[in-house]
């Protein structure tokens, strides 16, 4: 039987950050003066007083300091305009997209196109190494070249120091600044997010620097969004997972976590993608040729998206007036003359968010010729926040008397919105969430933490968060904490058949006063994501058909018990064969599938088709069904290729007769499974010249779902199960 009928039938020193999230680095470019002006020198200050940071985001979760501190810092955040003057320095800011090729230029007419030095240069890439071994291994000798080739084209007339260099496979993005101004920079960290299939892959995603420079904080973020005309939303979806996904401060446990958007100036740049609706190539170049770019620009994706408020909520952008910067033929000023002809369109662009912030230029650079599109700049004047020393040490001082009055005369209380909060019909990855306010109508201001009942390890169940966990209330202030609930691959299993009880007690604390009781309630609905393979053989009915009694006692019955007292299983979970023969049949040559991400919504859609039986067909478009399929192997408590043999398949992976041995041990459902998938990823191969895959991408995307190890993989286990998996694309079984 062939596959198908299988199938249908069945310059200073250099910090480099590369990788996935988390792996925050942080650097401070200088040695403490006696000076107040650096931040860390004023913190210093404020402990000794027997105390906060300038910056509005850290003033929420101050558990290095006690509450005394930590009203000291608040205090002098509100009276920050009595010590602080504005002062303006100059910001370059550039976006490249070099499809892959090698610097062959000089930079220069891009980077020194300014009459005087810029204080600060962020200089973002895209796609700057195509090849597979980026895109799998986030190596590539690019990002020197690409890296060398910026700092021998920084402003002749200015020395600088390279403050940061973040990298994301494509994705580059770095931090100069004039070396006079180095010791003023501090708390440098680079995060990275992808927006890829899964969330993970970082062909699509963003990379970003944020650091304090004087008392201002910055955060610079480089994105590449989703491609495609008609992908809009998709885009739009990139942007919102990289405000909410990329977080800073993630090994620090001593402060909360900081987003994007908690800094008093944000600068975005990259290849965004969006592109120019509702006219026809010719129009477009006409409306080009006149210099027509107002009108033009009425069409941009951008434009609109941000006129709806979808996206960039209270971001600028300068006047476009200059001509699209994408797509060309390389090596010229030609619009795009291949057989897809693209249509023009600004997809390469500059945005920032804050006060005191004046635009100089923005324009492309259409004198480089190495891409197939152009690279953009803009200067932005930029007001920071300086300190005056002698004013600075007077508010203190002023607020530290009046603390000393105050202190110990009351205790701190607050008043709950509500007590109890229950969650209904909870899904499998579907974010819930749901408001507690704290009014605090003591006497003095108060901080509150949730902390761990006894004998547990974490103050909530994995499932639940509260944002912020802990934070201070000034007097007669209030604070909204989001109590919010989502079930993942992780918590589903013990959820799916009543293991674990949807329910929670929270206790809040006050410092030096009260605790308080919270209590979350809610009820999850059974999904066939993070259900057992061989328990979704013996569901011949939607998950959520069956009662939860049923479902409780097949989880606890051994799986030989289960074949005695059950009617035949099905070969394979009818989940599974829903989304493949979908795909099989109206996904066979979709170009990009399994690299391009699906919509949340539709992933949401599809995943109640699965567990309810309604509709009788799978919603959504092809990418948002290959996703759904990869989610759900991802959620499979027990992987396709069971943990007991993951071993074994790590020493025999060499050994192609031997690989298939391993698989006809396996259970049978298992074996089902694993053939099944095998033979229709062949089937995907045999139209590869359509839908743009190969070996080694399927490979690298699913060896890792169907042969997981109990704990994280090095390089050595995932190149090995690769290999592993890789004798049953290269052929059919014997």
């Known amino acids: 039987m062939t596959d198908s009928e299988k199938l249908s039938d069945n310059k200073g020193t250099l910090e480099r950050h590369k990788g996935s999230n988390g792996a925050t680095q942080k650097s401070r470019l200088y040695t403490s003066s006696e000076s107040l002006s650096s931040r860390e020198d004023r913190n210093d200050l404020v402990r000794s007083s027997s105390h906060t940071p300038s910056n509005k985001a850290q003033i929420l979760t101050m558990p290095q300091f006690g509450l005394r501190d930590t009203l000291i810092k608040c205090e002098m955040l509100k009276n920050e305009e009595l010590y602080t003057y504005l002062e303006n320095f100059s910001f370059f800011l550039g976006t490249y997209n070099v499809n892959g090729q090698a610097p062959k230029e000089s930079l220069r007419p891009w980077l020194s196109c300014t009459l005087n030095p810029p204080d600060m240069y962020c200089v973002g890439f895209q796609e700057l190494d195509l090849s597979k071994e980026a895109f799998f291994f986030n190596d590539t000798p690019k990002e020197v070249e690409w890296a ?106 001593t402060q909360s976590q900081l987003t994007i958007m908690k800094h008093n100036v944000v600068l975005w740049l990259g290849d965004l993608n969006y592109r120019i609706s509702d006219l026809d190539v010719d129009d ?45 033929d390389t090596g010229s000023d030609k619009w795009d003359t291949s057989e897809k002809c693209r249509v023009p369109a600004w997809c390469d662009r500059i945005l920032w968010k804050g006060k005191n912030i004046v635009q100089k230029h923005y324009q492309s650079h259409m004198i480089l010729k190495t891409s197939d599109h152009k690279p953009v700049s803009s200067l932005l004047i930029i007001g920071i926040k300086r300190v005056n020393e002698e004013a600075y040490k007077k508010t203190f001082e002023e607020i530290v008397r009046n603390i000393d009055k105050m202190e110990n005369e009351c205790i701190p209380s607050v008043t709950l919105s509500k ?93 030096r006063g009260k605790d308080y009781f919270i209590a979350v309630t809610g009820n999850y609905l059974p999904s066939c ?70 919509l949340r919504s539709e992933l949401g859609e599809i995943r109640d088709c699965l567990d309810t039986g309604m509709p009788d067909s799978l919603p959504g478009s092809n990418h948002s069904v290959a996703e759904a399929l990869l989610l759900f192997l991802d959620a499979l408590p027990e992987p396709v290729v069971p943990y007991c043999y993951y071993q074994q398949c790590l020493e025999s992976c060499s050994d192609a007769s031997q690989c298939e041995k391993i698989i006809s041990m396996l259970p049978q459902c298992h074996q089902n499974v694993f053939n099944y998938l095998a033979a229709f990823l062949r089937e995907l191969l045999k139209n590869s010249a359509s839908n743009r895959l190969d070996v080694s991408i399927l490979v690298t995307i699913f060896a890792s779902l169907l042969l997981r190890s109990r704990v994280k993989q090095d390089y050595a286990e995932k190149r090995k199960t690769q290999e592993f998996f890789q004798h049953f694309l290269s052929q059919g079984p014997c």
């Open 419 to 511: 007590q109890e909060f229950h969650f209904n019909d909870v899904k499998f990855m579907e974010h819930r969430a749901q408001t507690l306010s704290l009014l605090n109508d003591g006497q003095v201001p108060c901080q509150f933490e949730f902390i761990q009942k006894p004998n547990e390890l974490t103050y909530c169940k994995p499932w639940l968060t509260a944002n912020p966990p802990k934070g201070f209330i000034p007097q007669g202030g209030s604070v909204d904490i989001d109590l919010e609930v989502f079930v993942n691959r992780s918590t589903a299993p013990e959820l799916n058949f009543g293991k674990q009880k949807f329910e929670d007690i929270l206790v809040l604390h006050l410092e």
């Open 148 to 253: 060398k080739a910026v700092s021998e084209a920084l402003h002749p007339a200015a020395k600088y120091a390279l403050v940061k260099l973040v990298r994301l496979v494509g994705i580059m993005l770095i931090f100069y600044v004039k070396k006079e101004h180095a010791e003023f920079i501090s708390e440098v960290e680079a995060e990275t997010v992808g927006t890829g299939i899964m969330g993970r892959m970082g062909n699509k995603g963003a990379v970003a620097i944020r650091f304090c420079f004087h008392n201002s904080d910055i955060c610079v973020v480089n994105s590449h969004l989703a491609a495609h005309v008609e992908e809009y939303e998709r885009r739009n979806q990139d942007y919102k997972d990289i405000c909410s996904r990329l977080q800073f401060r993630q090994l620090d446990p």
């Open 529 to 598: 994501y993070g259900t057992p393979i061989h328990l979704l053989c013996q569901l011949r009915e939607p998950i959520q058909d069956m009662p939860l009694e049923t479902l409780c006692e097949l989880a606890e019955m051994p799986g030989d018990q289960i074949a005695e007292n059950a009617e035949k299983p099905l070969d394979i979970p009818k989940e599974l064969w829903m989304m493949v023969d979908h795909l099989f049949r109206n996904a066979i040559k979709q170009e990009d599938i399994f690299q391009q991400p699906g």
């Open 284 to 328: 477009v170049k006409e409306y080009i040729s006149k210099k027509d770019f107002e009108t033009l620009h009425s069409y941009d994706q951008l434009k609109r998206e941000i006129d709806k408020e979808a996206v960039f909520d209270g971001f600028v952008e300068g006047e476009i007036d200059f001509q699209p910067t994408y797509k060309y």
